[in-house]
């Protein structure tokens, strides 16, 4: 079956950097992107970045010129950069990719930007 596994959270002062990580397994067929979300206490999912097969990128307004997203589908891994952190971007992040008509996600690393 699919799956997704990411690394690289943890607690960083603001300002800081953090790198995040996520390779997915049990894919045969071509996928067209993979992203990622995160989710803070009591809020709502929310998107974060998104890169496609084409190398095309998208980002959230909360992380333009901050965060950045880099990857290749075909090798099925995904990183995001986050620099500049703020306490805002305190949360936890996922790893998706959509995948012959589903949406899979991966377990979340919690990211704490906190002095």
């Known amino acids: 079956q699919v799956q997704l596994v990411e690394s690289g959270g943890g607690l960083v002062q603001p300002g800081g950097s953090l790198r995040l990580s996520c390779a997915a397994s049990?894919?045969?067929?071509?996928?067209?992107?993979m992203g990622w979300y995160r989710q803070a206490p009591g809020k709502q999912r929310e998107f974060v970045a998104s890169?496609?097969?084409?190398?095309?990128?998208n980002y959230a307004d909360a992380v333009k010129g901050r965060f950045t997203i880099s990857g290749d589908t075909a090798k099925r891994t995904v990183i995001v950069e986050m620099n500049t952190l703020k306490p805002e971007d305190t949360a936890v992040y996922y790893c998706?990719?959509?995948?012959?008509?589903?949406?899979?996600w991966g377990q979340g690393t919690q990211v704490t930007v906190s002095s």
């Open positions: 890169i496609t097969s084409s190398g095309r990128v």
């Open positions: 049990g894919i045969i067929f071509s996928i067209n992107a």
């Open positions: 998706y990719v959509p995948y012959r008509l589903t949406t899979y």
